[in-house]
C-alpha cells in the first residue's frame, strides 16, 4: 500500500483568497490612477483653452510635443510643434477668440502613455480689426502622451465644425 498525504483545500482556498483581494487592490490603484490622469488632462485643457482665450501661443507651444499635428476639414495638417504656434500667432494678431470644450469621453490607455479625449466645442471669434463676430461649433479629438516627467502634453488634435 502507498501511503498517502493528506491535504486540505484551506491553503488552496487562503491563496485564492489572497490573490483575489490583490487583484482587487490593483483594479483600485487602476481606477485611482485614471480618475487622477482624467483629473491631470482636464487642467492641462483649462490651461490649454486659457492660452487660446488670452492668445498666448507660448503658453501653446510649452502644452504641446514637438510632433503635434493638428487635422481640421478643408485644411492640409499642421505638422509639428512650430507649424502649430505659427499658425495661433497669426490667428492671434487679427482674432479674439473664446473658445470651450465639453469632454464627453476620455479614454487612458492600459500602459498610462496615453489617452484620448472626444467631446465638442464652441468657438466665437472677434475680428480685432471690427467686424461682426463668427461662431461655430463642432467635434474634436485630441491625443495625449505622458511626458517621462509625468505631464500630459497634447499630440495629436482633429475636429470639424458642425453648424
Known amino acids: 500500500m502507498i501511503p498517502m498525504k493528506r491535504t486540505t483545500l ?15 487592490g490593483c483594479a483600485a490603484t487602476a481606477a485611482r490612477s485614471t480618475a487622477a490622469d482624467e483629473a491631470a488632462i482636464m487642467a492641462f485643457n483649462k490651461l490649454y483653452l486659457g492660452a487660446i482665450n488670452n492668445g498666448d501661443s507660448a503658453t501653446l507651444a510649452s502644452l504641446t510635443t514637438e510632433d503635434h499635428m493638428m487635422i481640421s476639414s478643408g485644411r492640409a495638417p499642421l505638422a509639428g510643434k512650430k507649424a502649430n504656434i505659427e499658425a495661433m500667432e497669426r490667428a492671434f494678431q487679427n482674432t479674439s477668440f473664446v473658445e470651450t470644450w465639453t469632454p464627453l469621453e476620455t479614454v487612458i490607455s492600459s500602459s498610462g502613455d496615453l489617452a484620448y479625449q472626444r467631446g465638442t466645442f464652441t468657438v ?21 502622451r505622458r511626458q517621462p516627467n509625468g505631464e500630459w502634453r497634447m499630440t495629436r488634435d482633429t475636429f470639424n465644425t458642425a453648424r
Open 124 to 144: 466665437d471669434a472677434t475680428p480685432k480689426a471690427g467686424g461682426a463676430p463668427t461662431h461655430s461649433a463642432g467635434n474634436f479629438m485630441r491625443i495625449y
Open 10 to 24: 484551506l491553503p488552496l482556498a487562503f491563496i485564492s483568497l489572497v490573490a483575489g483581494v490583490s487583484l482587487v
